[in-house]
């Protein structure tokens, strides 16, 4: 029997070892040549690459579907969809599902592989029912991984169930590169047994273990294997298929391949990978130690830029033995996307903060709810309760609480979204999508942006005279405003005050003697008047001529600043309690988009609760009060990037 092979190259491997960060512009030329080896598919999308298509390479991800596919005549192309999870890292309505794969399969996908992370069927069922309807490929994915309740028979029970649901094909998705060959060997030929679709395997190279467990598979009848091309194989990415070709070749399941047209195009690939600097695929001593510590491929190179970020890489050993111990706690989740990130982000945090479980991110706290899914085994009883405390999590499939409303979405995008693709790439990622249009408009209308920035730039200066209202600019309430973004933007002087200024000014007004103060910087002018709070104070000048705005919450209650103003100047300023990013990442002050912001000035805050979210690593961190106060002043815009250490609010502690 011949096997069939699909290729990694343009979404897995690059996923794997180069943070996914591959262009279109790389792939277009090599197209025409991988079209002709005779691949049984080609995947080349799916949610990592999509994220970073927008996040960080400033390409529409729905175009690159069209671009490759217009160059690939005969391979058909193949995504990897997180199950309800779509793209993203969280469940999502039905109707976005429905959507976004009707949006795909227009596009140019013609193979849908679909996983859940914890293996919960439930939900997969709408995303293969959504495959199913446009009449493309529904290939269904058994998670692999290694645990006390994970065995040959629930994975063949999954497959079952799978098959039953109507899966076109079933993939076995070793994302660890945890299968051993024998385990392979027994597992596909249980597979081939029971089950009458074709049986696909997916592994990693990792510890090297994955070009004995593609033979071995091959010997036991698999279908279809998962390699990419040289150059982008090893490490953490898939095995080589030159390799496995070779291996094969005269042997019953010669795969037929050309590997001296293999050769070419991985030189190809090889200019690619020397002329941008990406790293070839090196199986290091930590990664490796998956056989023990079970963090995936994409997974590490993840944890190794998150701690970069985070300025933390030398605790890279410390969250390795931390992931299994959350993990178990969790009820062993296979780390996949998104409960990779689940487990993941809560071990980066248990070390870094020197304390377990003291901050948990929103979707730590969703996964232990149940919003997930079930957990393969229960969650430690002690953890749950810490986390959610008596609270009952949910026990029904995750999308049967979510309400479809993906129409009114779009109306919070209605003001730059441009296409159909637009919407579903907002549902997605909303803050990030936003960014990325705002920029597209930006870059589009060219030379129309200058004037407005040289005009916000004259604007900067302090001017007494009244301003429109903001949110005029800003289309739906609790919309994500973006720095430098809105015309609007040039009418927020007080804003201008940085953290330097703050702790300048607060120092001067505590130490002086005099009445009247001159604080001057490069970007602010502010003057303040000792025990006057009235027309020269400027915050409360602003205040009074831009009611109704968040920068005016943010001067409506001036009176109480400038009677603590006056208090410090009694030497009582010094109390204010600094509340610091714990994190390096991006301050949001509201729970989501389209929700009221957790605090403004003026509130009062009680210990524990709630002051905004640093969204970091790709997790939305709640940073809560550490004792109660009121909000005095809030120094870091909605969006802006935070460093660590970076203070975030005064608060007036409670006397
Ligand atoms: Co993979």
Same mark, same amino acid.
């Given at each position: 029997m011949r096997p069939r092979i699909t290729d990694t190259t343009l979404r897995d491997a690059h996923q794997s070892l180069w943070a996914t960060r591959m262009r279109t512009e790389d792939m277009v030329p090599i197209l025409e040549e991988l079209d002709k080896v005779g691949y049984w598919s080609l995947e080349m999308w799916g949610g990592a690459t999509f994220d970073v298509c927008i996040r960080y390479l400033n390409e529409d991800p729905w175009e690159r579907i069209r671009v490759i596919k217009s160059h690939v005549k005969n391979t058909p192309l193949q995504m990897l969809l997180r199950g309800q999870n779509v793209v993203g890292y969280t469940n999502y309505a039905d109707d976005v599902v429905h959507a976004f794969v009707d949006k795909s399969a227009e596009c140019g996908i013609d193979v849908f592989r679909i996983f859940d992370a914890l293996n919960d069927t439930r939900n997969l069922e709408v995303p293969m029912k959504a495959v199913k309807k446009t009449g493309m490929h529904a290939q269904a994915s058994v998670v692999y991984t290694l645990s006390p309740v994970h065995t040959n028979e629930r994975y063949l029970e999954n497959a079952l169930r799978l098959q039953d649901l109507g899966a076109d094909s079933i993939c076995i998705k070793d994302m660890a590169g945890m299968i051993s060959p024998y385990v392979s060997y027994e597992l596909v030929s249980l597979f081939k047994e029971k089950l009458d679709v074709p049986i696909h395997l997916h592994t990693h190279y990792i510890g090297g273990m994955a070009i004995g467990a593609c033979l071995k598979a091959v010997e036991a009848g698999v279908d279809i294997f998962d390699a990419c091309s040289g150059p982008l194989a090893f490490g953490s990415s898939q095995p080589p298929v030159e390799t496995l070709v070779r291996a094969l070749q005269g042997t019953e399941h010669d795969t037929g391949l050309d590997l001296h047209h293999l050769f070419e195009i991985a030189n190809y690939w090889e200019d690619v990978r020397r002329r941008r600097g990406y790293e070839r695929g090196v199986t290091r001593l930590s990664a490796m130690q998956v056989f023990d510590h079970q963090v995936p491929g994409g997974m590490i190179t993840n944890l190794v830029s998150q701690l970069e970020e985070q300025k933390a890489l030398f605790r890279m050993k410390d969250v390795l033995e931390e992931v299994p111990r959350v993990r178990a706690e969790l009820g062993y989740p296979p780390l996949v996307t998104p409960t990779s990130q689940v487990v993941g982000g809560q071990s980066v945090w248990n070390v870094l903060l020197g304390e377990r479980y003291k901050i948990v991110p929103q979707e730590v706290k969703a996964y232990v709810r149940g919003y997930y899914g079930q957990s393969p085994a229960p969650i430690d009883q002690a953890i749950q309760h810490l986390i959610i405390g008596d609270e009952e999590p949910i026990t029904c499939r995750p999308a049967d609480l979510l309400e479809n409303r993906f129409g009114r979405t779009k109306e919070e995008i209605a003001d730059l979204a441009e296409s159909e693709e637009d919407y579903l790439t907002y549902v997605m990622f909303p803050q990030t999508a936003r960014k990325f249009f705002e920029h597209r408009k930006k870059m589009r209308d060219g030379e129309g942006q200058a004037p407005l920035e040289g005009l916000q730039e004259e604007e900067r200066? #302090?001017? #007494?005279a009244p301003k429109p209202a903001a949110n005029q600019a800003t289309p739906g309430a609790g919309a994500i405003r973006m720095p430098k973004a809105h015309p609007s933007q040039a009418s927020r002087e007080d804003e201008e005050m940085n953290l330097e200024d703050v702790k300048e000014f607060i120092r001067l007004i505590s130490e002086s003697e005099v009445n009247e103060l001159h604080i001057e910087t490069a970007e602010m002018k502010v003057k303040i008047k000792k025990g006057t709070a009235g027309e020269d104070n400027p915050f409360k000048t602003a205040g009074k001529s831009r009611p109704g705005t968040v920068e005016a919450d943010a001067v409506e209650t001036a009176p109480a600043v400038s009677d603590r103003l006056d208090v410090a100047a009694a030497?009582?300023?010094?109390?204010l309690v600094e509340v610091v990013a714990p994190m390096v990442g991006t301050f949001y002050q509201s729970p989501a988009p389209d929700a009221p912001p957790f605090v403004e000035v003026g509130s009062r805050v009680k210990e524990g609760q709630a002051l905004c979210i640093i969204e970091a690593m790709k997790l939305m961190n709640e940073i809560e009060a550490e004792s109660p106060g009121e909000i005095i002043k809030i120094l870091v815009e909605n969006g802006q990037p935070v460093e660590y250490g970076q203070v975030l609010f005064l608060i007036a502690p409670e006397a």
């Open positions: 200066l #302090p001017r #007494p030497g009582s300023m010094a109390n």
